[in-house]
């Protein structure tokens, strides 16, 4: 069938097509800093359930010392060695409290810029809605 020639020329729609595909690609970005925000927030729950389980083990190694140490036949250099060996575990316990929080921290700090990103593409992503309207 023929061409009718009163009809005005209709150029293909490619306007619509670039439309989609850069609606598809900011899509994907959205989805991805949405990921990457559900990431780093597992991340620092799982680092604060790390540093639990390894506070209550060293708390266990310490009972553990203590109940020793309260044992009459034990000897005075060994009961120097246990004590020495419970504020060695003090001080994994504290260097491990400081390591998590340094970690979290920085956790948080990489939660804080993707969030910004991702309200700041969402924001664009809005905008460029209501322009395409």
Not at 47 to 65: C, P
């Amino acid at each position: 069938m023929s061409p009718d020639p009163n009809e005005a020329y209709k150029p293909p729609e490619r306007g619509k097509e670039a439309e989609e595909l850069f609606r598809t690609m900011q899509d994907e970005k959205i989805t991805s800093l949405k990921e990457m925000i559900e990431d780093i927030q597992l991340m620092i729950e799982e680092r604060k359930k790390l540093r639990d389980e390894l506070m209550q083990e060293m708390g266990k190694m310490q009972m553990g010392i203590g109940n020793i140490l309260n044992q009459p036949e034990i000897s005075v250099d060994e009961k120097v060695k246990l004590k020495t060996k419970q504020i060695e575990l003090d001080e994994k316990k504290m260097q491990e409290k400081l390591q998590c929080w340094k970690d979290i921290s920085q956790l948080k700090q990489e939660l804080r810029d993707h969030m910004r990103e991702f309200k700041e593409k969402e924001s664009r992503q809005e905008m460029l809605d209501e322009l395409m309207k």
